[in-house]
């Protein structure tokens, strides 16, 4: 219902605009045909590389072959293995390439097929191993689709979830029948809607971002895992349609305040073939929302989050006995974000994390006792994300907001926190995949009026060759006259000061008075407001080709900020979200081109509720369509 009075609302609004002359001349019309189906403004990238161990080489996939190529000069170095040699035994198809994954050693890949999704980040399939060596591939197991496929350190096992429980299987001969292949059930408990084990219940898979809950130790001698009880956790029921009867769905989804599953993090010792319980406290209404092992293969590092997620512990626990200790807590007065940004350094005695205790997401260096080395990074600007460790150099690689919030660097900082580089030249949105040596790196550039320019590019940053740069793309853009997207900055009432993004019709005339659609999401740690190609699209930029401004703005409680700016949404969602849009659209209607009577609105997900903030609580005629 909701869905039907949002494209009902937005429908009107498109009829009450009167369609502007389109003084284009020779500019073509941009059609939502040539932007879905034909997709005739995507941008190419390119795709599907990875690192080789030695750092000189990378694979890619091509039309019947997996490939390795020179990063530096781009030749063609060899063929791992040809599409014809992954035809399993009795079947006449080779098996897809598109989903695979080296062992440690290279000596063998993990490929998945015929995936079945669950959930948003997990799914079942059928997995095959291909011995590079032997030349010869064969099915991880028969005995029913698996979940989480993965490798042994020395690529001699391959642990995997089935029917919510966890086995291991030995794949070291590659003769051997698939159908005698001996599968080791780690647990036994498993059962849908009540246990599941090795793998993630709705809530962490949701709301903490990762399905794989098992992790081999460096040493492969034990796997870490954990087991959620839902037993007691509500159910929620969904009907899928697609048949001629639709089908009830339930599944065990804890609402707020409702019980959580009970968690446990468990030791299995492949050897002993025991299983061993982590000492995670007596209290059972709390999180785990990362587990990983530390360089030394006899401990575990774990994050404790209490259920108000404001208080934080990391455990370090015995990997023998499961007895473990806290040697970091930080609390906070709002909550505290989880993200993957851990390093254990190789030295067994230091590891890398980063928090906002300063306001500003950091990256701090601490001891494996808990006692602070240094802050590697300090000033009014984000760490993003923590995106390699050069151990040999003694340099962290790390993407943050230090040009702007819009704006996405890729910068480099000494673990002695005396030298940081930044490695792009160009202010925008800069990406970085490393090699894994780090000596090379894939790098990505755009603004938000330029598609991506892809390279290769040295560890500090020079340019090596271009890989892809969007030229037709560009070409396309002139051809249909795509405008110009523009900052501007405002404040509001109380002085705060909000960034927003324009897109004013290709014959803007600023003798005339235009309708406004705002687009935004505005929802806690977001941003809409990028310099970086996709944050105007091409369908913004069909709404502004019939006569109508695009407006987005960043309201508080989205992230590149601080702490402050996005967490003082903090037990009143909604409320400053709601009424910075609304200022928005009240400063939008001063500006002389601006027809302050066509103001509409268009979000989806959190978009969609504050569009609805926004229409009940905003005066009209502001807002007067939602999406």
């Not at 020395?154 to 159908?179: C, E, K």
């Not at 020079?462 to 900052?487: C, H, I, K, P």
């Not at 699209?537 to 019939?546: F, I, K, V």
Request: with cysteine; net charge neutral; aromatic share 14%.
């Amino acid at each position: 219902m909701k869905r039907i009075a949002i494209n009902l609302a937005l429908c009107l609004f498109l009829i009450s605009i009167q369609q502007p002359g389109m003084a284009q001349n020779e500019k073509k019309v941009i059609s939502l045909e040539d932007i879905y189906k034909n997709r005739k403004f995507a941008s190419k990238g390119f795709p599907g590389v990875q690192s080789m161990n030695d750092g000189d080489h990378y694979c890619q996939v091509k039309k019947d072959s997996l490939n390795t190529y020179e990063y530096k000069t781009g030749k063609y170095a060899g063929t791992i293995v040809l599409s014809k040699n992954l035809i399993p035994a009795g079947d006449s198809l080779p098996i897809a390439m598109s989903d695979f994954v080296f062992s440690d050693d290279e000596s063998k890949i993990l490929f998945s097929t015929d995936e079945e999704v669950i959930y948003r980040r997990s799914s079942k399939a059928d997995y095959y191993i291909y011995d590079i060596k032997a030349g010869k591939v064969f099915p991880l197991s028969k005995n029913g689709k698996q979940r989480l496929a993965t490798f042994s350190p020395d690529g001699s096992r391959v642990a995997f979830v089935r029917d919510n429980n966890l086995f291991i299987t030995d794949i070291t001969d590659v003769n051997q029948d698939p159908a005698s292949r001996i599968e080791t059930r780690i647990t036994s408990d498993g059962k849908p809607n009540e246990i599941i084990n090795g793998a993630t219940d709705w809530v962490y898979e949701e709301e903490f971002e990762f399905s794989q809950a098992f992790f081999w130790s460096p040493d492969g001698k034990r796997i870490a895992f954990y087991r959620f009880d839902e037993s007691k956790v509500k159910e929620y029921q969904l009907t899928y349609y697609g048949d001629l009867y639709p089908e009830q769905y339930k599944y065990k989804y804890p609402k707020a305040g409702e019980e959580n599953s009970i968690i446990g993090i468990y030791l299995y010792d492949l050897a002993a073939e025991k299983i061993t319980p982590v000492d995670i406290g007596s209290e059972t209404d709390i999180y785990i929302p990362r587990i990983k092992w530390t360089e030394n293969a006899n401990t575990l590092a774990l994050y404790r989050v209490n259920r108000h997620q404001n208080k934080l512990e990391l455990l370090l626990a015995d990997a023998a006995t499961g007895s473990s200790q806290v040697i970091y807590t930080e609390e906070n007065k709002y909550y505290i974000e989880i993200n993957d940004h851990w390093h254990f350094l190789k030295n067994q005695k230091e590891f890398l994390f980063s928090s906002e205790k300063d306001g500003y997401r950091h990256i701090y260096l601490y001891d494996l006792t808990g006692k602070p080395v240094r802050q590697l990074t300090k000033g009014n600007f984000e760490v993003l994300d923590i995106m390699g460790v050069d151990e040999k150099k003694g340099v962290v690689y790390y993407s943050s907001t230090e040009t702007s919030p819009m704006d996405k660097d890729i910068c480099a900082v000494s673990l002695d926190g005396k030298k940081k580089i930044r490695l792009n030249t160009k202010p925008g949105g800069n990406s970085a995949d490393f090699n894994k040596t780090f000596t090379y790196y894939t790098g990505r550039w755009s603004d938000i009026n330029t598609p991506p320019y892809i390279a290769v590019y040295k560890s500090d940053g020079s340019e090596v060759r271009m890989l892809q740069d969007n030229v037709r793309l560009r070409e396309t853009m002139t051809d249909y006259g795509y405008s110009r997207a523009e900052f501007f900055k405002f404040k509001t009432g109380d002085g705060t000061e909000l960034n927003g993004l324009m897109v004013k019709p290709p014959d803007f005339d600023p003798a005339k008075k235009y309708p406004v659609l705002f687009t935004i999401y505005g929802g806690p740690g977001s941003q809409t407001v990028n310099n970086t190609w996709g944050a105007v699209t091409s369908w913004n930029q069909l709404w502004a080709q019939h006569g109508i401004i695009v407006v987005s703005v960043d309201n508080r409680g989205t992230g590149g900020r601080g702490e402050e700016f996005k967490k003082c949404t903090y037990l009143q969602l909604g409320k400053y979200e709601t009424l910075d849009q609304i200022e928005a659209a009240k400063y939008l209607g001063t500006l002389d081109y601006v027809d302050k009577a066509r103001i509409g609105m268009w979000g989806w997900s959190f978009g969609g509720y504050l569009t609805l903030s926004c229409l009940t609580k905003g005066k009209v005629p502001i807002f007067s369509v939602l999406g």
